[in-house]
């Protein structure tokens, strides 16, 4: 099976502009989370999706959006970008939600400039 | 509410030495319990679970975790360290009622010294 894929691999951005970034699962995994890793703050989770429908969100502001689409794909937004944005975005999928382990795929570098 | 401390930022090993990386959670329930790792410029990779179906979990490429509610601890060992095992360890913790959310450590980075 193929594992979890996120594209593009590298970003970069200017502050104010916006960003869309893209996740496809594992084959048959309904449940997509995103994270965001920073050297200051580590690994923090910014939100879930089962089924199209959002089932959990970390503490970010509402410049951070998500969505899934039918076929378990899910894209994730942020608006009007910060310098602080600047991270490694993970996404993870699982068969179902809660306490299933989680795939991940290798991440998109986002560089706000 | 859930967390997560991993004791020691960095570790460093001499190759066949054994490995220990500590975590210790805390839950209000009963936790998942998952060690990750991580390489250069890459994603995370699971290298074991705890379900509560067993204390002592093995996982890929030799490495093992016990589950000691007492301590809160999930400790991860390998009884002999290699050079590829230089990376970043994860621990994390998920509550099954908060659905995918995983809560992390703030990462071990074990150096392999020949």
């Known amino acids: 099976k193929a594992g979890v894929t996120q594209t593009p691999r590298y970003l970069i951005k200017t502050r104010g502009q916006q960003v869309t970034l893209s996740c496809s699962p594992i084959?048959?995994?309904?449940?997509v989370s995103w994270y965001q890793q920073t050297p200051g703050q580590g690994l923090q989770f910014l939100f879930e999706y089962f089924s199209e429908t959002q089932r959990n969100k970390g503490n970010f502001p509402g410049r951070f959006s998500g969505r899934q689409f039918s076929n378990s794909r899910s894209e994730m937004n942020v608006s009007t970008l910060e310098l602080g944005d600047s991270a490694l975005y993970l996404c993870?999928?699982?068969?179902?939600?809660?306490?299933?382990?989680?795939?991940f795929g290798p991440g998109t570098r986002l560089t706000v400039t | 509410a859930q967390s997560v401390t991993q004791l020691g930022s960095h570790v460093s090993v001499s190759e066949g030495a054994l490995v220990l990386l500590r975590c210790n959670y805390s839950s209000s329930v009963p936790p998942y319990l998952f060690w990750y790792v991580q390489y250069p410029n890459q994603g995370l990779q699971l290298l074991l679970k705890y379900t509560s179906a067993a204390t002592l979990v093995k996982g890929i490429n030799g490495f093992e975790a016990e589950f000691k509610k007492s301590e809160t601890s999930f400790h991860l060992t390998k009884p002999s360290a290699h050079m590829s095992d230089a990376a970043e360890y994860f621990c994390?913790?998920?509550?099954?009622?908060?659905?995918?959310?995983?809560?992390f450590g703030q990462g071990t980075e074990l150096s392999v010294k020949p």
């Open positions: 084959s048959g995994h309904r449940s």
């Open positions: 993870a999928s699982s068969l179902v939600s809660g306490g299933a382990e989680q795939y």
């Open positions: 994390a913790v998920s509550e099954g009622n908060q659905g995918g959310k995983l809560i």
